[in-house]
């Protein structure tokens, strides 16, 4: 029998089909949290619901039948795999299992199997490298929300970020450096955006990420002119922190440079975000403005370096 401790991975979400009531109360889910859209609720909800569901939702579901496969979403596939691995790296040390912070497999759902199950530790691993409110610290509030709910009380351990863990860092430059074995190019790092505001209010997401970017071009041998950071999935008019990836783009061509890789460090599973923001809008983006070259490095998803990061990570609090 498998130790009483539990190992939950934990993510982001994704609708549950490729239909668009699905992929409407998904987004209903996510934009509906305080945590991620900062803004009073009497003034965010009714455009939520008479604006942008109706007319978001439709056109979420078109990006999604453009990446959806088999499995259901990439993340769900990638996710389910990832958990997979980890188990098989913990073998009977713990019980590894997935819970999406919005949609399925619910953390309700599955903290109520794990304290059926008589779990009396639980290890989260948020895979989120950069902590931000609107990931890492909505995860926690909902957990422990949850866990009070269901009356469960394991002893937690949380682990909240990992943006210069130098598993994860060697791990990203690998896949860099098998990627260039036919070719090195100028390397975009694109992280996803958060609003300016949030910044400014203490989140430390930014300076994560530059940390992060700065370790990794560090680890590759690059110097100042070989790589460049951006930030990309804007929503809404309001001011997000730069540079903005597009923007880099433009630049990147002005400069003269036609070919770019691009590499998204803060997702560690391949989505809607990487394969069609990145791959298809990104890419048709710059061939238009006269690119010539534009290949996106998969994210790490399961690759064994990622997951013996996990394990890593997770490790230390299995004793």
Request: aromatic share 10%; net charge neutral; glycine share 6%.
């Amino acid at each position: 029998m498998p130790a009483n401790t539990a190992v939950l991975l934990t993510n982001l979400g994704t609708p549950d089909r490729l239909e668009r009531a699905s992929v409407k109360r998904f987004l209903k889910e996510f934009l509906s949290d305080p945590l991620v859209v900062r803004l009073p609720r009497i003034f965010w909800l009714p455009l939520l619901h008479g604006i942008i569901l109706p007319l978001r939702s439709g056109k979420t579901l078109q990006a999604y039948s453009r990446v959806w496969g088999e499995q259901g979403s990439p993340l769900m596939m990638y996710s389910n795999r990832q958990r997979s691995a980890l188990q098989q790296k913990l073998l009977e040390r713990a019980h590894v299992d997935l819970a999406m912070r919005y949609g399925n497999p619910s953390y309700e759902s599955v903290l109520r199997l794990l304290r059926d199950a008589g779990i009396d530790k639980l290890v989260v691993l948020p895979l989120y490298p950069q902590y931000s409110v609107t990931t890492t610290a909505t995860s926690y509030k909902h957990l422990k929300n949850t866990l009070n709910y269901l009356d469960f009380t394991p002893a937690l351990e949380f682990i909240g970020y990992y943006p210069d863990h130098p598993a994860y860092i060697e791990a990203l430059a690998e896949s860099i450096r098998e990627h260039w074995q036919q070719g090195q190019r100028h390397l975009l790092m694109s992280f996803h955006g958060l609003p300016q505001a949030n910044v400014d209010r203490g989140d430390p997401y930014q300076a994560q990420c530059e940390k992060t970017a700065k370790l990794l071009a560090a680890s590759l041998g690059l110097g100042a002119d070989d790589w460049s950071i951006g930030y990309q999935s804007r929503f809404g008019k309001q001011t997000w922190i730069q540079p903005y990836t597009s923007d880099v783009l433009h630049r990147l061509v002005a400069r003269g440079i036609k070919a770019v890789d691009v590499v998204c460090p803060g997702f560690s599973s391949d989505c809607l975000e990487t394969l069609d923001e990145i791959e298809v809008e990104y890419r048709n983006e710059f061939i238009e403005l006269g690119g010539e070259q534009f290949s996106y490095i998969r994210a790490l998803n399961d690759r064994d370096a990622h997951i013996e990061m996990m394990r890593q990570l997770v490790e230390p609090h299995l004793a």
